[in-house]
C-alpha cells in the first residue's frame, strides 16, 4: 500500500473507502488488488487489507464510513462483542444511526440513546454494558439473552439496575420478556451452556439445581457379576463396604448386594447346532456357527439356481 492511503487507514482502524484509494491508485489498479485478494472488502464501499483483522472495531469505523457519517455507536450484538459478552458469533455489524436500515452486514438502528448510556471501549463509541444487556435482553432468543444477562450479573452490575433499565425501555418490544429474565439470571459464575441448560429446565418444568455435579457410579470387578460379562472394570467397595454393579451401556448406578451374587444365570438353549470346522469336523455350534451354516445354505441355493 502506498504511504499516503496507508496513513489514512491507519487513522481509521485499517479501513479505507473506494473513493479514498483513488487518490493514491487507478481505477484499474484498484480493481486489480480487490481480484487478487490483497484487498478485502468489509462493507459496501469500505475495504481493508487482507491481513488486517475483523475486529468489532474496525467494523464499527466501516460502517460509520459506509453511512458517511462522522461518528457511530456500536449497539447490540457488535456492542456485546466489545464488552466481552457471551454472545454468539454474529457476521452483521449492529450500530445506531439517525435513520433506521437494514442490510445483509449492517444493521442501523434509530433507537435513541442518552448520553449516559454511552461509553468508549478499545477507543469505540458504544453502549453501556447495562443499555447493551437489555436491548439484547429484547431481541434475542431467550437461551441466549439469559447467558447475556449471567454475564453482565457477574460482572458487578446489580439486579436492581438491570431492572431499572428495562422499566425505561418497556414500551419497546421483548420488554415484558426482558423483565421475566433479569428475575431468572444468575449472578454466580456460570457458563453459558449451564444457563441455557437452566433455563430448559425451567421451561420444562423440571427441577435443577447449580449445585448438581455428575458423580461417577462405582465400578465393579467382572469376575464377581455372575457369568462375567467381559467388561474390564476395578473393584471398588460402595459404602456399605459391599461391591457395587455398574450398567456400564448406561451408566446407572445400581442397589449395591450383600453377600455372594444372587443374579441367575442367562437361559441357554437345551438344543445345540453343529457347524463344520475347517478341518471337516463337527463342532459345537454358537451363533458364529450358526452363521456359517446360513451363508453355506445360501451359497449352495444360489449355484443351484443358477
Not at 493514491?24 to 487478487?36: D, F, I, K, L
Not at 432468543?141 to 425501555?169: C, F, I, Y
Not at 455372575?226 to 467388561?231: N, T, Y
Not at 442397589?255 to 469336523?281: C, F, I, M, Y
Request: hydrophobic share 35%; charged share 20%; glycine share 8%.
Amino acid at each position: 500500500m502506498r504511504q499516503e492511503l496507508r496513513v489514512l487507514s491507519g487513522r481509521q482502524l485499517g479501513v479505507f473507502t473506494w473513493r479514498q484509494a483513488l487518490a493514491s491508485y487507478t481505477p484499474a489498479e484498484v480493481r486489480t488488488r480487490v481480484g487478487r485478494g490483497q484487498w478485502l472488502r468489509v462493507l459496501h464501499g469500505v475495504y481493508r487489507e487482507s491481513d488486517t483483522e475483523l475486529s468489532p472495531e474496525l467494523r464499527v469505523e466501516a460502517a460509520r464510513l459506509s453511512m458517511g457519517q462522522m461518528s457511530a455507536v456500536a449497539a447490540y450484538g457488535t456492542a456485546a462483542e466489545l464488552h466481552g459478552f457471551s454472545v454468539a458469533a454474529d457476521p452483521v455489524t449492529h450500530v445506531l444511526g439517525p435513520r433506521q436500515s437494514r442490510a445483509s452486514e449492517l444493521i442501523v438502528h434509530s433507537d435513541r440513546v442518552e448520553s449516559g448510556e454511552l461509553e468508549l471501549v478499545r477507543g469505540t463509541l458504544t453502549t453501556n454494558a447495562l443499555r447493551t444487556a437489555i436491548d439484547l435482553a429484547r431481541s434475542l432468543p431467550r437461551l441466549d439473552a439469559l447467558a447475556v444477562l449471567g454475564t453482565v450479573l457477574g460482572r458487578g452490575v446489580s439486579r436492581a439496575d438491570l431492572a431499572v433499565e428495562a422499566s425505561r425501555h418497556r414500551h419497546k418490544m421483548g420488554a415484558a420478556r426482558a423483565a421475566e429474565l433479569i428475575a431468572l439470571a444468575d449472578a454466580r459464575p456460570e457458563s453459558p451452556m449451564a444457563s441455557r441448560t437452566r433455563l430448559g429446565c425451567i421451561d420444562a418444568g423440571l427441577p435443577y439445581s447449580r449445585s448438581s455435579k455428575y458423580r461417577p457410579p462405582p465400578a465393579f470387578d467382572a469376575s464377581t457379576s455372575a457369568g462375567g460379562s467381559g467388561a474390564s472394570a476395578s473393584n471398588t467397595t460402595a459404602p456399605s463396604g459391599t461391591p457395587a454393579r455398574r450398567d456400564f451401556p448406561c451408566h446407572n448406578e445400581l442397589t449395591p448386594r450383600a453377600g455372594p451374587s444372587t443374579t441367575p444365570p442367562l437361559p441357554t438353549s437345551t438344543s445345540r447346532s453343529t457347524s463344520l470346522n475347517s478341518s471337516g469336523r463337527r463342532s459345537p455350534g454358537g451363533p458364529r456357527s450358526r452363521i456359517v451354516v446360513s451363508v453355506r445354505v445360501s451359497t449352495a441355493i444360489r449355484r443351484r439356481g443358477s
